[in-house]
């Protein structure tokens, strides 16, 4: 497995900036080529594009952020990317959990954001006020400005922000999808289990074909590909608190931490362990 500084192209690049306090992470990348697999992360992403063409799939479509852009991505929801032209694209990019964003909007009575009960008007926006404002907080995150600093541009954001959060519509689930939610649920309390197809098919009751056409149909996902997601959250989470990468490994279900280490580059382009030295400045 590569390390962070062993990038699979050379003119390619990451870097990554943790805040302990609020637990938003800031990311400044450059990608030619391929950038991402798919994945999903529990954070609210909100980036914007620097440079070149930033190309990706998210909610089942296919979106290209240009210079300028705002991109706004809701916790749990599927995307990858990749470069279309050959110079490549740099975006800078802010991963702010769901439960601070949550009180910050809810003190200020900005929006309910908590619970994914909520959900972004666009993917992309030409909103030059809310670019400038990410840009202004990615600054002073990324390069440790100070809190005052911090704090101040994180609060101009949220208040730009508050103006593209779509309230969820209230549905009513089919007796289907309750029970793909379900199946969800059981894969969720035995993420660190090795569980097959038709364990899973007789425990909900189905058939695997028809348990697996019913999962993908509700989730977007077959269920080994939501639990890879699943996986990875988790272990990113745990390795910020910093925990050592081949227990966490074991605990979220990779059959080792080379394992993990293959998925997780694919998914961030860092090692777990280059994640953890980022965030923590801990070494394995």
């Known amino acids: 497995m590569k390390d962070a500084d062993e990038r699979p192209h050379s003119d390619s690049w990451l870097t990554l900036q943790h805040d302990a306090d609020t637990g938003i992470e800031s990311v400044c990348a450059h990608f030619k080529g391929h950038a991402y697999d798919p994945h999903d992360h529990d954070e609210v992403l909100i980036g914007v594009t620097h440079q070149g063409l930033q190309r990706f799939h998210c909610h089942r479509a296919l979106h290209t952020s240009t210079p300028g852009r705002a991109i706004l991505i809701e916790p749990g929801a599927v995307h990858d990317g990749h470069a279309p032209d050959a110079q490549g694209f740099t975006y800078s990019m802010l991963y702010i959990p769901q439960r601070w964003l949550a009180g910050m ?44 600093a911090r704090d101040q541009s994180l609060d101009h954001l949220l208040s730009l922000l508050s103006r593209h959060i779509r309230p969820a519509p209230t549905s009513t689930l089919s007796d ?106 801990v070494l394995y």
């Open 176 to 281: 289907s999808q309750r029970q793909m939610y379900q199946v969800r649920d059981y894969l969720h309390d035995r993420m660190g289990s090795d569980i097959g197809l038709d364990e899973l098919a007789a425990w909900a009751g189905l058939d695997r074909f028809r348990l697996s056409r019913q999962f993908k149909k509700t989730f977007g996902l077959s269920p080994h590909a939501w639990l890879v997601r699943l996986r990875l959250r988790t272990a990113r989470m745990l390795l910020a608190k910093g925990q050592d990468p081949a227990q966490v490994a074991l605990l979220v279900g990779f059959s080792d931490q080379s394992h993990m280490g293959r998925w997780f580059q694919r998914a961030y382009r860092l090692s777990p362990a280059a994640y953890q030295r980022q965030c923590t400045n």
């Open 105 to 148: 909007m809810d003190a200020r009575g900005l929006g309910d954001i908590s619970g994914l009960q909520s959900a972004f008007r666009h993917t992309l926006t030409d909103d030059d006020r809310l670019t400038h404002a990410i840009g202004q907080s990615v600054f002073a995150i990324h390069h440790q400005e100070g809190k005052l």
